[in-house]
Every structure is written in structure tokens, then in C-alpha cells.
């Protein structure tokens, strides 16, 4: 099955 | 001091719907070029990113940057007490803990103001990377609410397929199973009407359909929404807004274990 990932896994802090 | 108006509350009321079932509270930066904002959801599954361009405001002045953390829900009060039509303006000092947003009706018959206590909210800045997308997807915005209402009835999850014969979206779940295909179309004739799809190569991901709805209380800004997707990088959800900038939703995929 699918897992939701997070933005913070593709766009890293400033 | 800082302040910016529009001749239409109906713009800002239409940005604040767009934001506020995703966003409990977020920072407007204010600078010379404009205001912007950005912030995940609480979930950190989405991020929105909103850009009013300061030519876009029928005056603008902003002689030091400064970020107002505004609750979402106490604005979304005050905007309600704007008519469409009133001039909206909205006012801070320097180092203010407040801004106030000022009503007038069209005759300036009426005058109102509202203050509202500003927040700290030091929220996080994410860098993002420019993308080369390996699918553009443009489509009148109406369409693409549709499309994402009528298929979240049957599942949680929304795979969409793109490829230059057109655009899937396919949801399944314990009813059965809904899929809706979109060909690009050649309507020259109505642009707006149009479905176009820009390709280097097919993309294939999928998505909660929870976000999207979301993201479609950006229709009323923009007859139109572009869709960019490449594998395994969020999709990037886009309405402009004309004369003044754009909002972009970005959602992070669902991906295999």
C-alpha cells in the first residue's frame, strides 16, 4: 500500500 | 509604515477562503515588492505559497519589511464585515502588535475599521527547488473542483495518470471504482475551455483527495489551474490571480512503501 510522505521530505528548512 | 489597498474587498476575501481550511494561522511578509506568505498544513503534507505583487495593489507603501502572524479565523470575522465592493485597506505601523483593516463603500458613505491583535508565530521558511516538471497540465479551474468532488466520494486516494493523449484521474475504494479522462483539447476558439497538456514524460502519482478539495476554494480566483507533476516530487496545484500574483498548493505524493 501507499504512504502519505511530508513536504518537509522534498523541501528543505532555509 | 505599512499599508495597502485594494479597490475590491471581494479579492481578499476570495485569498483568505483559499487558505483558511488548510491554515489555522500564518505570517503575511510585507516588503517593498509585495506580500507573501508560506506555510505547511498542519498535517506538513501541503504548503501554500501566496504572492500578492505590490504593483498589483491600487496603493501600496511599505518602508520597512515586517511579518504580520495573523490568525486566519479572527481575519475571515473582519473580512465578513466588508462588502464585495468596499475599498478594503489594510494598515500597520512599524513594529506594530496590531494591523487594522479599513472599509469603505463605494460612495465613502461608510467607513470602518477593525483592529486585530497580531501573533508570533515564527513559522519556518522552506527553500523550494526549481523543478523542471515532466507534465503541465492547464484546465479551467471549474473542471478540475469537479473532477476532484465527484471522484473523493469513492476513495481517499486520487492516482492521476498523465500522457500526451491526455489526463487520468482514478479513484477506488469500497463502492467500486471512478475514473475520469480529460483529452487535451483543440478549442483555439475558447481558450478558457481548453484542456492542454505540456510532456516531456509520462507521470503516474497519487494524492489524497482531502488536500485537493482544499485547494479548489482557490476557484473563484481564476478561471483557470495548472497542474505540474514529475515523479516522486509534489504536485504543484496553481490558480493565478490576476493583476496580483498567484497561490500555489504544493502536496507531497503517496508513495510505496
Known amino acids: ?14 | 509604515m505599512f499599508e495597502a489597498r485594494l479597490t475590491s474587498a471581494a479579492t481578499l476575501k476570495k485569498v483568505l477562503e483559499a487558505v483558511k481550511e488548510l491554515l489555522n494561522e500564518a505570517s503575511f511578509d510585507c516588503s517593498d515588492s509585495g506580500i507573501q506568505l508560506q506555510a505547511m498544513d498542519n498535517s506538513h503534507v501541503s504548503l501554500v505559497s501566496l504572492t500578492l505583487r505590490s504593483d498589483g495593489f491600487d496603493k501600496y507603501r511599505c518602508d520597512r519589511s515586517l511579518t504580520m502572524g495573523m490568525n486566519l479565523a479572527s481575519m475571515s470575522k473582519i473580512l465578513k464585515c466588508a462588502n464585495n465592493d468596499d475599498t478594503v485597506t489594510i494598515k500597520a505601523q512599524d513594529d506594530a502588535d496590531t494591523v487594522t483593516f479599513v472599509f469603505e463603500s463605494k460612495k465613502q458613505e461608510k467607513i470602518s475599521d477593525y483592529e486585530m491583535k497580531l501573533m508570533n508565530l515564527d513559522q519556518e521558511h522552506l527553500g523550494i527547488p526549481e523543478t523542471d516538471f515532466s507534465c503541465v497540465i492547464r484546465m479551467p479551474s471549474v473542471e478540475f473542483a469537479r473532477i476532484v468532488r465527484d471522484l473523493a466520494q469513492f476513495g481517499e486516494t486520487v492516482l492521476i495518470c498523465c500522457t500526451k493523449e491526455g489526463v487520468k484521474f482514478s479513484v477506488s475504494g469500497d463502492v467500486g471504482s471512478a475514473n475520469v479522462k480529460l483529452a487535451q483539447t483543440n478549442n483555439f476558439d475558447k481558450e478558457e475551455e481548453s484542456v492542454s497538456i505540456e510532456m516531456q514524460e509520462p507521470v503516474s502519482l497519487s494524492f489524497a483527495c482531502q488536500y485537493l478539495i482544499s485547494f479548489t476554494k482557490a476557484t473563484p480566483l481564476s478561471p483557470r489551474v495548472q497542474l505540474s507533476m514529475s515523479s516522486n516530487v509534489p504536485l504543484v496545484v496553481e490558480y493565478e490571480i490576476a493583476e496580483l500574483g498567484y497561490i500555489r498548493y504544493y502536496l507531497a505524493p503517496k508513495i510505496e512503501d
Not at chain 1, 1 to 14: R, Y
Open chain 1, 1 to 14: 500500500d501507499k504512504n502519505q510522505s511530508t513536504i518537509g521530505s522534498f523541501f528543505k528548512k532555509k
